[in-house]
């Protein structure tokens, strides 16, 4: 198994030097193509009485146009990326851009996107929570700040859920890759979670991935002890099944928080 072909996702309303310096080591570990996708949604302009004239439909137009032609650039204008097979795809739209996003990832293996912005420019960046439920595939999340995407230390926060063994499969390529794999499970009660967590170890073994397992009594919140533990093994990628409530659009992973564990040069792969 390996990744094939990457989506990256831009935001046009932003700079994206980040996201696309990940994509391009990826790429260059996979010989993977790269798909570039930017979809906008019109500025919302208010008038008093509710009317937009053809004006403002014009403005719109331009704004958006300005938007798509920005994130274009940016991503042919990367050196890195400049030597794989490359596709750009350029969506203005009246739509959710976390579906017009998720839509399209079937065209590739694994979609890479920002953390974004929160709830303040969803005009630009589809909504990364939505995404994740809607796309079929793995979503690799890139913090704002410099991330690395070498990804030497993997840890898998471990849940017995379907979404979690989707993501450990969904990873199998970047855990392959890494130097060290650790399963962590976070539990009250430390003896029911050692049979599934050896389980779990026993089927990398087999993909030829050795992993540390750690049981972990809860220490706080399960949260902040898969955040120390995060931190103290020095992961530089956190794979997790993104499951939870209605409410995993405001990242309610369940009780895996962007705040913890998107920080710094971290990034996470979620499945769901």
Known sequence: ?????????????????????????????????????????????????????????????????????????????HERLAKHVLEWRSIPTLANLAHVVAENARAADLVITSAGPGFADLATHADTGDLILRAGRPVLVIPDGAATATFSTVMVAWTDTRECRRAIGDALPMLR??????????????????????????????????????????????????????NDVEADLVVAGAYGHSRIREWAFGGITRDLLLRDRRCTLLSH
């Open 1 to 77: 198994m390996t990744y094939s072909t990457l989506m990256v996702h831009l935001d046009g309303g932003r700079p994206n030097a980040a996201l696309l310096d990940v994509t391009a080591t990826l790429a260059d570990q996979y010989d993977a193509a790269v798909i570039g996708i930017a979809a906008c949604q019109p500025v919302q302009i208010g008038t008093c009485d509710g009317y937009l004239g053809g004006e403002y439909a014009v403005i719109e137009r331009d704004i958006v146009a300005d938007e798509l032609a920005r994130a274009k650039t940016e991503f042919h204008a």
């Open 177 to 230: 890759a890494a130097d060290r794999v650790v399963i962590v499970e976070v539990t009250i009660d430390a003896i029911d979670a050692r049979k599934p967590i050896d389980d779990v170890a026993a089927w990398l073994a087999r993909h030829d991935v050795d992993a540390d397992k750690i049981v972990a009594r809860m220490k706080g919140t399960s949260i902040d002890t898969l955040a120390g533990i995060a």
